[in-house]
């Protein structure tokens, strides 16, 4: 089975702090992604990469930033977080299907939960 | 651009009851669609998928047809169960090597024992 994990269920920071959340994946998949979930609104895609070294915008990317130096891990950094970062952190991963229809499952992590005091 | 409705929530039911959460999209081309659920605390895991008209998808009773000429995927199951209670969301894949997902928003099904 695919594992994704992500390196903490809660997390509390104060504004201003810099953020980071890791997620790992076990199936040598060359997508990764992050989606933060609020209330109302879904799921929406703040980062997503689909090589070691290569990232592209989402939906939502202000405010973020991440990191793949290795293909298993992709961090979600939030270099100075404010309030309106409150939310539920999703990483998923799925793999390069290379044709143009997007048919591959994305695999989720089960989320962290971000507090920004 | 392309983007998913569904219907609001909470959907409340007795055990046993009929299910139907409605979801519609709006895509150019030929997408994948997708229904992902939710488990209180947990995250999202894939529930069923079709990937091209009139494909079926189906997973543990829960049934969606990919219909383009309504341009729907309404999520079905027969027969609710309280352990069924969870967000379901549905997602339409665009297309691309890099599997980019959109989703709904997301409906809370509530079932009652």
């Known amino acids: 089975d695919v594992k994704v994990t992500q390196s903490s269920r809660y997390l509390v920071k104060r504004t201003g702090e810099k953020v980071f959340l890791e997620c790992v994946q076990d199936?040598?998949?060359?997508?990764m992604f992050w989606y933060r979930q609020d209330p109302g609104l879904g799921l929406r895609l703040i980062y997503f990469s689909y090589d070691v070294k290569m990232k592209e915008k989402g939906d939502i990317p202000e405010g973020y930033s991440v990191s793949r130096e290795k293909k298993e891990r992709f961090s979600l950094i939030l270099e100075s977080a404010s309030t309106n970062q409150t939310s539920m952190y999703l990483c998923?991963?799925?793999?390069?299907?290379?044709?143009?229809?997007?048919?591959?499952?994305?695999?989720f992590g089960p989320g962290t939960r971000l507090t920004v005091l | 651009g392309n983007s998913v409705t569904q219907m609001e929530g909470p959907v409340t039911l007795s055990e046993e009851a009929f299910l139907t959460i409605n979801c519609t999209y709006t895509?150019?081309?030929?997408?994948?669609l997708f229904w992902y659920v939710q488990y209180p605390g947990e995250g999202l895991q894939l529930l069923l998928k079709?990937?091209?008209?009139?494909d079926k998808g189906s997973n543990k009773g829960f049934e969606a047809t990919y219909r383009k000429e309504t341009t729907s995927f309404h999520l079905e199951k027969g027969s609710v169960q309280v352990s069924d209670s969870a967000v379901y969301f549905c997602?339409?894949?665009?297309?691309?090597?890099?599997?980019?997902?959109?989703f709904g928003t997301g409906t809370l099904l509530a079932v009652q024992p």
């Open positions: 199936m040598d998949h060359e997508n």
């Open positions: 998923a991963s799925s793999l390069f299907s290379g044709g143009t229809t997007s048919t591959d499952t994305q695999y």
């Open positions: 079709a990937t091209k008209a009139d």
């Open positions: 997602a339409l894949g665009p297309g691309g090597a890099t599997n980019k997902l959109i």
């Open positions: 895509a150019t081309g030929y997408p994948s």
